[in-house]
């Protein structure tokens, strides 16, 4: 029986539910299920949220390229470092240009506050206490 | 008698009484303190009397006269014309035989002892026995009575008159005759028991003089007695000298009479010097000595007897109560104390037996490197006498040194050492024993009065753990306030510059003048505070702050050490201090939530944690779980897209294999721009090729992309560079061509060329050629990802030896001579990719071997073409020379002969001189051979500066016109070292290669350079080792310059110290010979190239004032050349008296070189560097840069010849 006085019991539970494996069972759920992510004009992209990504990262430095051919001799590393960070900078704002552009932090948003997703969380929580058997004390919680 | 012994009483800081000696009386003054009746012998007590001294071995006691007799004390063995007289004292034994005269110098019945044979005394009842001595006197001769040899009893008393001496004698009775009064009842018990037999009790003896019958007691013939004073004539009291007559010796010096007066206390004559030497009053030579002298160490030898001096000392505490620190000092201490004086050879320490402690007692014994025992034991004295005044003070601890006499010396002092130990302990263990029983009797007494109080307990210093999160808020106040009111008195606060470093937290504070003063740092309050959980040290102006994370912990720090703690002073006196702390409190502040907080300045994650978390029941829990996990997802998925999406997809997408059309299309622009370079490269080995070597002297830049002495970095601006091509341009490449010059580039590369030992073997070393290239191109191949400009290099190098190939196999064609072999090896050449420029040049090769050939073929033309061109001369100056010149053949001649008959001028010529035409003839061209001969022959001396005629005296002797002065510029014309011509300034390539022959030959000096520079000259064959090598130094240079460019690559800035580092590689070869401009000058012994150091100006680096100082002294020693060269404002480089060669270079106004200073190793230094290319044998120069006088008569003319010469060097 887990008597937690010590550590904040939410924080402890939410590492049990990684260490069980349901978090990262989620994010590879997030990143590969169809993403149905739209465009700026409301078209919807085919396919998952990772190849949805990398086929825009594809085009966006393809882009790049034919803008400055010079990009593809020089060295490479350094390079695709500089176009990361380009395309990382201000939430993802690169995806967002064009027409076919994507609001990538948006997708994500919307993502993460899914009722569906949260309720998933919550079941599994729950089975997971109940599993655990963890009971909840109403002692204040002082890391000191 | 002319003398007297005085005993003086002891000075209380002299030693033992010294006491002068005069033969003769004694006298004594002290006659106060013996007073009482009875026996008084006069100190004769043992340890008196060792006081006393007398040179000539015996005593004297004196008995004042108001006690009847006095006694002289003679040693047995002594041997003195005095009273010797031997004495039984009462300490002796009584079995010792002494002998004793008794005399009564005041007596008035008997002061004359003239002379006394020796003869035995009736021995004294205890054995005593009483001898005579003989004594003479000169001066008592007058109380000799008319018998010489009379013999005396020693033990006679004299009667005095006075009711003293009546006492005295009465006293004295009771010794009964001839003892030794001492004692009066022995006395009475010897004349009871013993039968006295009375040796002398002779008729003879009884009736000549006062004698005391022992038997009656009574003086025998007082009858007869006379006062020999009844005239008073001499005083009662003292000495009297007498002449020989009997007669008072009033006027002489020698005798004086002295009046004793008994009630006068005796003064000690010496206290009389003694303040007159402190007064420096009539000071006399010698000086007052408080001690007796210490005869000075004597060194130990083979003559010495005895044992020989100790090299041992001991070392031990002065005082252990005072040495508190005497715990810490470690033997090591003392052995490395004590190293200072010898070597030390034994070193001991001893333990107390009862508890293993060390003693602190030491034992060291000295050596020396050669075993000589007097070094050891000097340093043994040296050791003793260092620490005899002031002691040993080893780690604030007192010791005592001293020399080792013996092994009992060192049991002495260990055994009181370990007494005192031992008493120490027992004092010790009684006290414990004490104060437990104390401590009992309390503890049931007091038990419940225990303070309980936690505030009470934390200013105790008692209370270490309390917590005093369970302290409420007005608890913790009045705590702090009791603190603060204990511990910081002074009510100081944290200094706000550190306040935000440190936080709300407790601290030590010690103040900065007490760590100053005692020269405390962090580390030894670190080291003694090490015990405490102190969380930093923090050393600021005011002082040292020690911070704890836990107040508690604080407190306690400040309770136990706080007044108590000591650290060792390092200031003068090195004593231990004691230390007190400030106790800094943190700020109480009354917390929102938890009550009180008493650190508020933790950051806000401390605040955040201390949130209450409060989950009331399952739901809340899980919602604040999801809540967590949703906001890690987040994060996660942000992370996963960011690595693992979109880095890896950018890094894909941009490999070059997904961008074909890009990449062929960048291939093929870069095969454009190889061929391009190619090209350039070409066009530039082709002028390089038709570059001629005057040209090469003034501008030998080559193409832009083959400066191969740009390598190193350049120091010439662009613009210069620029220049030197645009001449470059200027010159005419026909002109190169005829005369065979080539690039000073190649020449350097000739050595290669020069390698080739005959035409047959090219074939074989072109092929060897090919393959080295074949693998530098490899290499350049594997190097092609290092850098673009290397990449370039390369290229260059490739093309370079390319060119030499060629160049190589031009000038083998000009070798061999053949020119079918040439034109064919042309042909071979055509064959090959060679530029344009290659092509033009060799058509113009050809077409002058063309020429040269057309001179001499038959031609055959429609009219008749002049064979001779018409030489045209001065009608006006016909001369038989320009006449025989003109006329080439019989045509010119039969035309001549046609024209003087037409004057009517041959046939009178053939009349008049027919016979002497010839001679005349002959007369006339050869003095005009001559003439041009010595005209040649001076032109080549004065390098083409022709003889000014106006230094030509016609008709009389120049001698006639007395003496005047040359102008310079006429002496340039004969003196070579004045000749003003600038370029070129070859003084050694005339003096080493033009002699007469080639003076004969009248060949100019251009060829003679051209000569000597030719690719097969001696000179080059000389030099056949440097030759060889000469293309693994290209390599090695290569690889030097990989080098330099990783180290500039690794520094990020071209430096001059690598500039330096890499020419010095390349440092010239120079030497010194006469200059034209002034003395001697530096002269190159092989082609420089711009850029390039050329030498280092060395010499001595003195300061400026020196130089001055130098400057006027080499002027006044006659110096006059001036090689200081000045670095900055303070420094300046004396290369006059010790120096390198680079001081001879001379100034010029257009200069070859030019002098850097250069930083290396922090110093500066001057370094010549090449200003342009510079051609063998050439002179340096630079530019002195002498600042401007204004003075006219100070201003230094310059010779240097040059064109834009300024006249003056300052």
């Given at each position: 029986m887990l008597v937690q006085n010590q550590v904040d019991q939410a924080r402890e539970l939410a590492n049990q539910f990684k260490k069980q494996g349901h978090f990262d069972k989620l994010k590879s759920e997030i990143l590969s299920r169809e993403s149905n992510i739209k465009t700026k004009e409301n078209v919807t992209v085919p396919g998952s949220l990772e190849t949805v990504l990398k086929n825009v990262t594809t085009s966006i430095v393809k882009d790049m390229v034919s803008k400055d051919e010079d990009l593809i001799f020089k060295n490479r590393g350094s390079t695709s470092a500089l176009l990361e960070a380009q395309l990382l900078k201000d939430d993802y704002k690169k995806f967002g240009e064009g027409k076919n552009g994507i609001e990538l932090n948006r997708y994500l948003q919307s993502c993460i506050n899914d009722p569906d997703l949260y309720e998933t969380i919550y079941k599994e929580l729950a089975q997971l206490v109940s599993k655990e058997n963890i009971i909840v004390t109403n002692t204040p919680n002082n890391s000191q | 008698m002319s003398g007297y012994n005085r005993r003086l009483p002891q000075h209380p800081r002299a030693g033992p009484y010294h006491s002068t000696k005069y033969s003769g009386y004694s006298y004594s003054s002290n006659n106060s303190n013996n007073s009482g009746s009875g026996d008084n012998l006069n100190c004769n007590h043992k340890s008196s009397r060792s006081n006393y001294h007398n040179s000539s071995g015996y005593r004297n006691y004196h008995v004042s006269p108001t006690q009847s007799y006095s006694r002289n004390y003679v040693h047995p063995s002594s041997r003195s014309s005095g009273f010797n007289k031997n004495y039984p004292t009462v300490s002796d034994n009584p079995s010792d035989s002494s002998h004793v005269l008794y005399h009564s110098h005041s007596s008035t019945y008997d002061h004359s002892f003239n002379s006394y044979n020796n003869n035995s005394f009736p021995r004294h009842p205890k054995g005593t026995r009483y001898s005579y001595y003989e004594t003479r006197s000169q001066n008592m001769g007058s109380f000799q009575d008319s018998e010489p040899s009379r013999y005396q009893q020693s033990s006679r008393y004299h009667v005095d008159t006075s009711a003293d001496l009546v006492n005295g004698i009465s006293s004295s009775k009771s010794a009964k005759s001839q003892s030794l009064p001492t004692n009066h009842h022995a006395d009475t018990l010897a004349e009871d028991k013993i039968n006295i037999v009375l040796k002398y009790d002779k008729e003879y003896f009884n009736t000549k003089y006062h004698y005391m019958d022992p038997k009656t007691n009574k003086l025998v013939n007082t009858n007869d007695f006379h006062n020999w004073n009844k005239s008073k004539q001499f005083p009662i009291n003292g000495f009297v000298n007498l002449t020989p007559d009997g007669k008072l010796a009033h006027d002489s010096n020698s005798c004086k009479s002295y009046m004793i007066n008994p009630k006068q206390p005796s003064v000690d004559p010496r206290e009389k010097d003694v303040n007159l030497y402190l007064n420096k009053v009539n000071r006399t030579k010698r000086k007052y000595q408080p001690a007796l002298a210490i005869i000075g160490r004597v060194s130990y030898d083979k003559y010495s007897i005895g044992p020989p001096p100790s090299s041992e000392i001991l070392v031990y505490p002065c005082n252990q109560s005072d040495n508190s620190n005497l715990i810490n000092i470690l033997d090591i201490s003392i052995k490395n104390y004590f190293k200072k004086f010898g070597p030390i050879s034994h070193f001991e320490s001893y333990n107390d037996p009862n508890n293993a402690l060390p003693l602190h007692i030491y034992l060291i014994k000295f050596t020396s490197l050669h075993e000589k025992i007097n070094d050891s034991a000097k340093a043994a004295y040296m050791a003793v006498k260092r620490h005899e005044n002031k002691g040993c003070n080893i780690m604030n601890c007192h010791f005592k040194v001293v020399i080792k006499k013996n092994q009992e010396q060192l049991e002495f002092i260990k055994e009181k050492f370990i007494e005192e130990n031992t008493r120490k302990s027992k004092l010790s263990a009684l006290k414990l024993k004490t104060n437990q029983t104390i401590v009992k009797v309390n503890s049931s007494e007091k038990k419940v009065n225990l303070p309980t109080d936690p505030r009470s307990l934390i200013l105790n210093g008692k209370s270490v753990d309390l917590d005093l999160s369970k302290l409420s808020f007005d608890e913790k106040h009045k705590l702090f306030r009791d603190l603060s009111k204990e511990h910081n008195r002074s009510n100081k606060r944290m200094p706000f510059d550190i306040e935000r470093i440190v936080g709300n937290k407790a601290c030590l504070f010690i103040s900065i003048n007490f760590l100053g003063h005692h020269g405390i740092t962090k580390e030894d309050l670190a080291y003694k505070l090490r015990q405490y959980k102190v969380a930093r040290f923090i050393r600021h102006s005011t002082g040292l702050y020690i911070i704890f994370n836990d107040i508690g912990e604080a407190i306690r720090c400040i309770n136990r050490e706080s007044g108590k703690m000591t650290i060792t002073s390092r200031g003068y006196r090195r004593i231990s201090i004691i230390v007190r702390f400030t106790l800094i409190l943190p700020v109480l502040i009354r917390s929102r939530f938890s009550g009180y907080s008493i650190d508020l300045s933790n950051n806000e994650k401390e605040k955040s944690e201390e949130k209450e978390t409060l989950y009331k029941n399952q739901q809340d829990l899980l919602r604040a779980a999801t809540k967590y996990i949703l906001e890690d997802l987040k994060d996660a998925l942000t992370i996963d897209i960011r690595k693992r999406i979109i880095g890896p997809s950018v890094f894909d997408t941009l490999n070059p294999i997904n961008f074909p059309d890009l990449v062929a299309k960048r291939k093929l622009e870069e095969s454009k721009n190889e061929a391009q370079k190619q090209s350039n490269i070409a066009s530039t080995n082709a002028n390089m090729l038709s570059t001629s070597l005057q040209d090469n002297i003034n501008v030998s830049t080559p193409g832009q992309d083959m400066d191969i002495f740009k390598l190193y970095g350049g120091y010439l601006k662009p613009k210069d560079v620029h220049k030197r091509r645009l001449s470059h341009h200027l010159h005419s490449h026909s002109k190169r061509a005829r005369l065979q010059l080539e690039p000073m580039e190649h020449f350097l590369n000739d050595e290669f060329n020069s390698?080739?030992?005959?035409?047959?073997t090219y074939a074989t070393e072109s092929s060897i050629h090919d393959s080295e290239e074949e693998e530098e191109v490899e290499e350049v191949e594997e190097e092609e990802d290092t850098s673009s400009s290397q990449e370039d290099d390369e290229v260059m190098e490739n093309a370079e030896d390319e060119d030499e190939d060629e160049d190589f196999k031009l000038l083998h064609n000009e070798f061999i001579g053949d020119k079918k072999e040439s034109i064919d090896e042309i042909e071979t050449l055509e064959t090959m990719p060679t530029t344009p420029e290659d092509e033009v040049q060799l058509d113009g090769k050809l077409e002058r071997e063309k020429q040269d050939l057309d001179i001499y073929n038959p031609t055959e033309t429609d009219k008749p073409v002049p064979v001779y061109e018409d030489n045209i001369f001065d009608k006006s100056q016909i001369t038989v020379e320009t006449l025989q010149e003109t006329i080439k053949d019989e045509e010119d001649l039969r035309l001549l002969k046609e024209v003087l008959e037409e004057f009517g001028v041959y046939q009178a010529a053939n009349d008049t001189k027919n016979k002497l035409i010839e001679y005349e003839l002959w007369k006339i061209k050869n003095s005009i051979n001559i003439e041009e001969f010595i005209e040649e022959t001076h032109f080549k001396l004065n390098e083409g500066i022709p003889f000014d005629q106006s230094l030509l005296w016609e008709g009389d002797s120049f001698k006639t016109h007395g003496f005047f002065k040359v102008p310079d510029r006429l002496k340039s014309c004969y003196l070579p070292h004045r000749r003003r011509i600038h370029q070129p300034l070859n003084t050694v390539s005339h003096s080493a290669n033009i002699g007469y022959e080639s003076l004969e030959d009248g060949s100019n000096t251009p060829v003679q350079r051209e000569e000597s520079l030719k690719p097969d000259s001696t000179e080059n064959a000389i030099t056949g080792q440097e030759i060889i090598s000469s293309r693994e130094n290209r390599a090695s240079n290569r690889r030097f310059q990989q080098d330099i460019e990783a180290q500039k690559a690794a520094i990020g800035t071209e430096s001059e110290l690598l500039s330096l580092n890499q020419l010095n590689k390349r440092r010239k070869p120079v030497t010194f010979a006469r200059s034209a401009i002034h003395n001697w000058g530096l002269y190159v012994l092989e082609p420089i190239a711009a850029n390039e150091m050329i030498i280092e100006y060395v010499g001595e680096r003195i300061r400026q004032p020196v130089s001055e100082m130098r400057e006027k002294r080499y002027l006044k020693s006659g110096i006059g050349s001036s090689y200081l060269f000045r670095v900055d404002e303070n420094n300046v480089i004396d290369a006059t008296k010790k120096g390198g060669i680079a001081r001879f270079i001379n100034h010029c106004c257009e200069p070859s070189c030019t002098a850097k200073i250069i930083k290396v190793g922090g110093k500066k230094r001057i370094v010549i560097y090449a200003l342009r290319d510079i051609a063998k044998n050439e002179e340096l120069t630079y530019d002195y840069k002498f600042e401007r006088e204004k003075d006219d008569e100070e201003r230094l003319p310059c010779y240097c010849g040059a064109p834009s010469c300024k006249g003056f060097l300052n």
């Open positions: - | 390698r080739e030992p005959t035409p047959t």
